[in-house]
């Protein structure tokens, strides 16, 4: 039998971590959306300092909701990673959106949660997908996910700081947007990009008889 070639890179490997990236950043910068607006808000709707906590509680919990819901049901297993991150994505820009209907206070909490719950469905699936995608220089490609996940949550603040005399409702509304651009930006990539190993792996087990 003639031996299998050693690892080497996938081609293409870090063109789809740059996508992946500019689809983390865009998703997450619904995580501090309401943080940056929160002193609008509080006017707006007579929200307590209690009530404008939550507004950031309700994501964290939301996201922690998500991620024990998607490991029980084992989601990234059932449905291809790159659907189940573009799906996420929209669901977190449309509960971000619902807050231009002025809900409430309560109102507003569930739709963080539903922000959070959602972007539990970008955050683990990139992580699994830049794991497949790289053998050599994983450590240096996880890194760039979890850099993309600091910048994008760190947007709503930057783009609060350069715009302040914007009104509230469009900064909520260009921040529902840019999911939208990161369900484009999913959609694109593999959702998997198996490596030389994974390959050599597979036949293996096929010639052992699995």
Wanted: glycine share 8%; net charge positive.
């Amino acid at each position: 039998m003639t031996p299998l070639p050693a690892d080497t890179p996938t081609p293409h490997r870090w063109c789809m971590l740059a996508i992946l990236c500019i689809a983390v950043v865009l998703s997450f910068a619904t995580w501090f959306s309401a943080n940056a607006i929160a002193p609008e808000l509080k006017r707006a709707w007579s929200l307590s300092e209690s009530a404008a906590a939550w507004l950031t509680n309700g994501v964290q919990i939301g996201f922690v909701i998500g991620a024990l819901s998607a490991s029980f049901f084992n989601l990234p297993d059932l449905i291809r990673m790159n659907r189940l991150m573009a799906s996420s994505a929209l669901l977190a820009g449309l509960s971000n959106a619902a807050m231009l209907l002025e809900p409430g206070p309560t109102g507003a909490i569930l739709c963080r949660v539903v922000t959070g719950f959602a972007l539990a469905g970008v955050y683990p699936p990139a992580l699994k997908l830049v794991s497949t995608w790289f053998i050599s220089g994983r450590g240096l490609a996880l890194a760039g996910v979890i850099g993309a996940i600091t910048a994008g949550s760190s947007l709503p603040h930057l783009f609060r700081g350069v715009s302040s005399t914007v009104d509230w409702h469009n900064v909520i509304a260009f921040r529902a947007a840019r999911p939208s651009s990161a369900l484009s930006s999913s959609s694109s990539s593999p959702a998997k990009v198996p490596t030389r190993s994974a390959r050599r792996c597979s036949t293996r087990a096929k010639s052992a008889g699995f």
